[in-house]
Every structure is written in C-alpha cells, then in structure tokens.
C-alpha cells in the first residue's frame, strides 16, 4: 500500500509569490491534515480536511488556505509569501471517524520543503 | 488545552543499548491518543507507535515500546537494542478521541544520536 505522497519535494519561491502544495494520502484514508514545521516554532497545526471540508484549523493567518478533492487528494496554498513562511510543510493522512482504533493512527508524507527568497 | 513537554533536547546511545525518550503530557481530555514519530534527516515523518488512553497495557512495535503512565501524564519511548539507523529527531504527540478531529499537538522534540 503507498504511503503519503507530497509533491514537489522542494520548492524555491520569492516574496509576494503565491505557492501550491499537493498532498495524495493513503488509499482509503478520508481525513488530510497539513502542520508547518519551522525551527523557531516546531511543529504546527495549519488545517484539517475531511469530505472535501475543512472541520478544523489552526491559527495561522487567510494567506493559508486549502481543500480536499472528491479522491481525497488535497492541496495547500499559500499566498503573498513572506519570508517566515520558509518550512517544511508536512501532510499526514488518516482513516478518521471515532470508536475505532484504526482510525486513531495519522501516517506523515516526507514534507514540501518551501525557501521564501 | 493540551501540551507535550519532551525535556530532552539530545541524547547519547552506543550501538545495541537500550534508550528512553521522555515525554510529559497534559491535557484534559478524558480521551485521547499519543504518538511517537521519528524525523531523519531527509524530514519525512515515520510513525513509531501509538498508544490509546484506554489502553492498559504498553503498546509495542518491534523494538520500540511506550511506557504509558496515566496517573503521571507521561508516555516514554523505549527504544530496545540501538541501531545507527536510529538516529534521528523523535517527536511525542497526541491528540484527543472525542471528536474525531485529527490535530497533532506535538512536542519540541529530543535528538537521538546513536554511535558504533
């Protein structure tokens, strides 16, 4: 079974640009969440997805924003960039729902590593 | 509000020992969830183990194990017999069960160096 699956693995861009990150988790998984990880602040949550909606999202400012396709797919986009905006965005995938422990396990992708110039 | 503390920025192993990675939680939830992942170099992260507040006994995946103690709000990571491949960050995490949502909260995080 593949894993999750976030393209591209690298990505340059410059202050202003507007950026889009793709996530494609693992067959059958019906919840996408993506966290930004930055030295200065660790591990974030930026925004969770869940039947094409978004049920959940962290505190980060509208220039992050995403959706969920009908396959699950999701991608992340993020606008006018600064340069803190300069991570590893990572994506995890999960089966979701409650009551069962097989939905309680998130699996990550290798993360987007963006550079703001 | 929930919060993980992993007081360890580094730590030490010879090849084939074994090692303990701290990690302190809280919460008040009265359901959740906590996790160990694993970070390389390379950045992706590898889920290690998990552990359901409802569990009673220690989760174990091979040779890592989580000890899970409820009464003080800590969830170790026990790593059995070292390998260089483990080097790495080792991340805690958890996240609560009652609604479904799938938020890690994750904590800063302790660097394994494992040496021959």
């Known amino acids: 079974k593949a894993g999750v699956t976030q393209t591209p693995r690298y990505l340059i861009k410059t202050r202003g640009q507007q950026v889009t990150l793709s996530c494609s988790p693992i067959?059958?998984?019906?919840?996408v969440s993506w966290y930004q990880q930055t030295p200065g602040q660790g591990l974030q949550f930026l925004f969770e997805?869940?039947?094409?909606?978004?049920?959940n999202k962290g505190n980060f400012p509208g220039r992050f924003s995403g959706r969920q396709f009908s396959n699950s797919r999701s991608e992340m986009n993020v606008s006018t960039l600064e340069l803190g905006d300069s991570a590893l965005y990572l994506c995890?995938?999960?089966?979701?729902?409650?009551?069962?422990?097989?939905?309680?396990?998130?699996?990550f992708g290798s993360g987007t590593q963006l550079s703001v110039l | 509000a929930q919060k993980i503390t992993q007081t360890q920025p580094g730590m030490f192993v010879q090849e084939k020992e074994a090692v303990t990675l701290d990690c302190t939680y809280d919460?008040?939830?009265?359901?959740?969830?906590l996790f160990w992942y694993k970070q390389p170099s390379s950045g992706e992260m590898i889920f290690l183990i998990y552990?359901?507040?409802?569990?009673?006994q220690n989760a174990t995946e091979g040779r890592y194990s989580l000890n899970f103690q409820k009464a003080r709000k800590s969830a170790n990571l026990v790593i059995s017999a070292s390998q260089l491949g483990d080097s790495a960050m080792y991340f805690c995490?958890?996240?609560?069960?009652?609604?479904?949502?799938?938020?890690?909260?994750f904590g800063t995080g302790t660097r394994l160096l494992v040496s021959p």
């Open positions: 995890a995938s999960s089966l979701a729902g409650t009551g069962n422990r097989a939905n309680e396990k998130l699996f």
């Open positions: 067959s059958g998984h019906r919840s």
């Open positions: 997805y869940f039947s094409e909606t978004q049920r």
């Open positions: 919460t008040s939830d009265q359901s959740y969830g």
């Open positions: 552990q359901g507040s409802y569990d009673e």
């Open positions: 995490a958890m996240r609560e069960l009652n609604t479904g949502f799938q938020k890690l909260v």
